[in-house]
């Protein structure tokens, strides 16, 4: 890593400032905020009879002094009478009586530290930032019939916002009515406290999957504080950026789950019954292994046990974390051409699930667009649908679903017979758990060190990191991964049914990207790809769209001969065009190949030119079968 820090510092430069959230009252809309000249510390002191037994908790923990300071917080701060409560309800008489170590953490539970939220930002979803307890705040609503049918917020579920949306010089704060706290159960763990999840409780301990979600925090890996804190400036994408290393490295958990009323729908009404449904929609998937791992429950090729692991995915993904939603979803994705979408690999060995996000909800292996569909898929339920439970647990959460989830012949062979297009901020369970994936507007990079990337390669000589997601961004998805310095990397590849594919690599021309020879399982792909190429050279025979769509497609597949594609048309940068209709927005075809289902599959780019400043904006990757690309139809823009 030495080697790495020493070439990043090299490009420190003194003008950084790391643009961040505004949250000043002139830049704040004065329709629904309450303007006040004052930090949220000053906000909590102004207002004793409110306040007071939280501001005691903030100064007992030395968080006040951290609000009185400049910075992007959200605060949620409780009343006096909700404190009061939690004191009674843990037998202690007044705030100096809780243990020095719990009123830390409650103080650390109520901040979030990056980024002032407010309701009209985050409504049914998760923050996208952490708190300083490093767990997620929900935000759900209700109506309130006793108030004419008033829209109420919630905190986690349980704490009821009673004043919201107040703006402070350094963020806003909002009032609630109880102390905020966090579940310390393992998932597995929090899904046996359920009584509404009796069956699938059953089924995740018999299969020994409870097990495998039931990991934390890696131990072995550390990390040097100023690299969590003060990061590194660096220049990407030539301007200056901070890059930040995580604290620790977790590992976290997501489990989509059916209740026991769900499971009766279908006539299951015990884990017997659930036993009987997974071997005759698994016998059908996979015809070899019919009836040779029957009660081998642990087996991983066991049908109850495919059942339970298709559930199960390893990475803490909230419910809007899944596909573009909030700033990127309304000014980037061109919804009425496709439905923002990506794809994630189970802990069913072999597969993957397609997550699609059109305007009636959140979907798992639905196909359509919008709100037709010809396959409806599972619907994923919200935070505000999915009743008073807690479903935040120490390394993960669950989300009910409302039908049942399995890879059956029909995902396999219909829903996933499609171009799957895989974000880089997906390719790793790491992205997302350090909450590298999602960060919005911030222009930082969350770093990665090498040993500890899930399903990366990674040399001495590489900087690896996640770039913070940008509305103005060209990329897809707002973000990107930074690859920089005599780069080396190889990515596995999800799986996906077996076919021939075409793998493609989508990125963003740049002079300063250099020049990469890319490999599948260490054979190369074609020559090097020279990445500071625009669609416009003779190389690559980029020409913009006319009025003739047979001549749009006959350049198309003038492109295609030259293994180049324009980008796609369903996203575009915020005010700008479409990426199809930009030359430094390309895709490069890799190679044709057949892919098997339960091989894994290796790319890797390595860096040609001998120079480290050169850098790779790793952005996503198709892998297209050939029923589409072959198609008699062409191959849609989208």
């Not at 059109?358 to 599972?378: H, T, Y």
């Not at 989830?405 to 758990?433: H, Q």
């Not at 991964?481 to 049914?497: E, F, Q, R, T």
């Amino acid at each position: 890593m030495k080697k790495i820090y020493y070439f990043i510092l090299l490009m420190l430069t003194a003008s950084f400032g790391a643009t961040m959230q505004s949250c000043s009252d002139e830049e704040m809309p004065t329709t629904y905020y309450t303007s006040v000249k004052q930090t949220a510390a000053a906000f909590i002191s102004a207002d004793p009879e409110r306040f007071s037994e939280f501001e005691a908790i903030l100064n007992r923990s030395n968080y006040y002094t951290l609000l009185s300071t400049y910075g992007t917080f959200t605060l949620f701060a409780p009343t006096n009478s909700a404190v009061d409560r939690y004191l009674k309800q843990n037998g202690w008489a007044s705030v100096n009586d809780i243990p020095q170590a719990k009123c830390d953490t409650i103080a650390r539970t109520h901040i979030v530290k990056r980024g002032a939220y407010f309701t009209t930002d985050v409504s049914d979803a998760s923050l996208p930032e952490m708190n300083m307890n490093d767990r997620y705040i929900t935000i759900s609503s209700d109506s309130d019939v006793t108030n004419g049918n008033a829209l109420v917020f919630y905190v986690n579920k349980n704490s009821k916002m009673i004043a919201r949306d107040d703006s402070v010089t350094n963020g806003v704060v909002h009032t609630i009515d109880q102390v905020l706290e966090a579940s310390n159960l393992f998932l597995p763990d929090l899904i046996d406290e359920n009584p509404k999840l009796k069956i699938f409780s059953e089924a995740l301990h018999l299969t020994g999957m409870s097990d495998s979600i039931s990991k934390y925090i890696d131990e072995s890996y550390t990390i040097s504080l100023d690299s969590v804190v003060d990061g590194v400036a660096t220049m990407y994408g030539g301007r200056p950026t901070q890059a930040y290393w995580p604290e620790k490295r977790y590992f976290k958990f997501s489990a989509f789950v059916e209740t026991d009323s769900i499971f009766a729908l279908h006539g299951i009404n015990n884990l017997d019954d659930l036993k009987a449904y997974a071997k005759k929609v698994y016998d059908q998937t996979y015809p070899n292994d019919a009836g040779l791992y029957d009660d081998d429950w642990t087996n991983r090729k066991n049908p109850l046990n495919r059942f339970i692991s298709y559930h199960l995915i390893d990475r803490l993904g909230n419910y809007s974390d899944w596909v573009s939603t909030g700033a990127i979803r309304e000014q980037c994705c061109v919804t009425s051409v496709l439905d923002p979408e990506d794809y994630y690999e189970t802990m069913c060995p072999g597969t993957i699930a397609r997550f699609s996000g059109p305007s009636v909800g959140l979907f798992i292996n639905r196909k359509g667009l919008q709100n037709n569909a010809s396959i409806r898929g599972v619907k994923v339920l919200s935070p505000s649908e999915s009743g008073q439970a807690d479903q935040n647990a120490l390394n993960g959460m669950y989300h009910f679903i409302d039908d049942i989830l399995v890879y059956s012949t029909d995902v396999r062979d219909k829903v996933l017979n499609t171009r799957i297009r895989i974000d880089g901020t997906t390719m790793s369970a790491d992205f997302m758990n350090a909450g590298a994936r999602g960060h919005l507007g911030e222009n930082y990079i969350t770093g990665f060190k090498h040993a500890y990337i899930k399903d990366w390669k990674v040399s001495e000589e590489t900087f690896i990191g996640v770039h913070s997601n940008e509305v103005y961004w060209h990329s897809y998805e707002g973000n990107a991964i930074c690859l920089m310095g005599i780069y080396d990397v190889s990515m596995k590849l999800p799986p996906v049914p077996s076919g021939t594919y075409e793998i493609r690599m989508g990125y963003t021309v740049g002079v300063e990207r250099g020049v990469v020879q890319v490999y599948l399982n260490n054979e190369p792909c074609g020559i090097p790809i020279d990445l500071r190429i625009y669609g416009v050279s003779p190389l690559v025979g980029w020409v913009a769209d006319g009025d003739d769509e047979n001549e749009n497609l006959a350049n198309d597949k003038a492109m295609h001969n030259r293994g180049y594609m324009k980008a796609m048309d369903s996203y575009r940068s915020s005010g700008g065009n479409v990426f199809r209709q930009n030359v430094e927005n390309l895709r490069r075809v890799l190679v044709t190949t057949h892919l098997e289902e339960g091989k894994d599959y290796y790319l890797r780019f390595r860096q040609v030119l001998d120079d480290p400043k050169c850098y790779l904006s790793f952005d996503y990757i198709e892998l297209c079968p050939a029923s589409v690309y072959n198609s008699p139809v062409g191959e849609d823009p989208h």
